[in-house]
C-alpha cells in the first residue's frame, strides 16, 4: 500500500490533471473559434490526454486499496489576447506538471515507497515529451503568427498520428 503522504498528493495531482484537461478544452474551443480545426484537434486530444493521466492515477490508487479523493478543481483561462496566448500558457502549465511530478516522486523516495515511485517514471518521461512538444509549438506558433495555414499546416504534419504508448498505466474504467 502506497504511503499515505503520498496518496494525499497523489489525490491532489488528480484534481491538477483534471484541471489541466479543463484548460486544454478551453484552448480547442478557443481554436475551434478561430476555424483552425487542426489546432483545436491538437489541444481537444491534449485535454483528453490530461483526463486519461488523472484517470491513470485513479486506478493506480485503486489497484493499490488506497483512498481516492477527487478534488474540485479551479476555473480554466477562457480569454486570450492572441493565438499565442493559449499556447504560451500551455508550455506555462506543462513545467508545472512536471514540477508537480517531480515532487511526487521526492515523496515516494523519502517514504520508500518504491511501487509508486515506478509508477510515475512513465509521468517522468511523459513530461519531457510534453514540454518538448510545445515548446516546439509556442515557437512554430509565435513564428507563424500572421498565417495560420502555416501553424495548421506544421500541427497536421507533426501531430496528425494518434500514437499510443503501450508503456502507459492503465486507465480506470477502460478495459
Known amino acids: 500500500m502506497p504511503a499515505p503522504r503520498f496518496v494525499d498528493q497523489l489525490n491532489l495531482q488528480i484534481g491538477r490533471e483534471l484541471a489541466a484537461h479543463n484548460q486544454y478544452l478551453s484552448c480547442a474551443v478557443y481554436y475551434d473559434a478561430l476555424t483552425m480545426p487542426r489546432m483545436a484537434a491538437f489541444f481537444y486530444a491534449q485535454a483528453a490526454e490530461e483526463r486519461d493521466h488523472a484517470l ?9 486499496d488506497s483512498e481516492v479523493d ?6 480554466p483561462v477562457s480569454g486570450f489576447e492572441d493565438l499565442v496566448a493559449p499556447v504560451a500558457l500551455a508550455l506555462e502549465q506543462e513545467r508545472q ?4 511530478v517531480h515532487a511526487l516522486v521526492r515523496t515516494a523516495r523519502e517514504e520508500h515507497d518504491y511501487a509508486s515511485e515506478q509508477f510515475l517514471q512513465w509521468f517522468v518521461k511523459e513530461q519531457v515529451e510534453e514540454v518538448a512538444t510545445v515548446s516546439d509549438l509556442l515557437a512554430v506558433v509565435s513564428r507563424n503568427r500572421e498565417d495560420i495555414e502555416d501553424i495548421e499546416e506544421y500541427v497536421a504534419r507533426e501531430h496528425g498520428d494518434d500514437q499510443s504508448d503501450p508503456t502507459a498505466p492503465r486507465i480506470a474504467g477502460v478495459g
Do not use: S
Open 70 to 75: 477527487i478534488p474540485a478543481v479551479t476555473a
Open 97 to 100: 506538471v512536471t514540477e508537480q
Open 56 to 64: 491513470m492515477m485513479v486506478q493506480y490508487l485503486l489497484d493499490t
